[in-house]
């Protein structure tokens, strides 16, 4: 069964996007292709700390097992080594991409204290990057407290989210996320 998101994306926004922009041919509506999700811990003077926390959250948030990404460069300053382990990252595609898109928008920013809507943070290529600074605010971690309390969760940041999109410019990207209701801010 496909999830309730991407179907008002094929019903409602396709057939929207086809009357606003007037394209000549089907292939040519934006869509999205994939969201990267990625965790990076903080890196102090004593090194980095707990990085298997930020892999953890991202589990649960993303419900498929993270890829750990390790520092590129050495950094003596921080007291880091080239190769040690630094944060965690999933890429979500098809109904995994399109549900958690759905808990984003519907769930979590919502639950954002002093949320005034996205800042239009696109790449140039039609991308969309959004940080969230609190993990607290997805009901899956909200859920899992007691089994969060052994990592020291207090040490990791937010999360980093990239929507990748097939618009071929940040003015039609930002039209196919406004149609699927993303909250941007008015300027």
Request: hydrophobic share 40%; glycine share 8%; no cysteine.
């Amino acid at each position: 069964m496909a999830s309730r998101y991407k179907l008002w994306y094929e019903t409602v926004v396709r057939s929207e996007l086809l009357a606003k922009m007037q394209y000549k041919n089907v292939h040519q509506i934006p869509r999205v292709l994939k969201v990267s999700l990625s965790a990076s811990t903080n890196i102090t003077s004593g090194g980095l700390n707990h990085p298997v926390a930020g892999a953890f959250a991202l589990e649960l948030i993303s419900g498929q097992a993270p890829t750990l990404t390790r520092v590129r460069t050495s950094n003596s300053r921080y007291k880091v080594r080239k190769g040690f382990l630094e944060g965690a990252k999933v890429i979500l595609q098809g109904e995994q991409m399109y549900d958690f898109m759905d808990r984003l928008v519907t769930q979590v920013m919502p639950r954002i204290t002093e949320f005034n809507g996205l800042k239009d943070s696109f790449d140039g290529h039609g991308n969309f990057a959004l940080g969230i600074r609190d993990w607290g605010y997805f009901p899956e971690i909200e859920a899992q407290q007691t089994a969060l309390s052994n990592f020291q969760m207090s040490s990791a940041r937010g999360i980093g989210v990239l929507i990748h999109t097939s618009a071929e410019s940040d003015a039609e990207a930002k039209l196919l996320l406004s149609a699927m209701r993303f909250p941007f801010r008015n300027s």
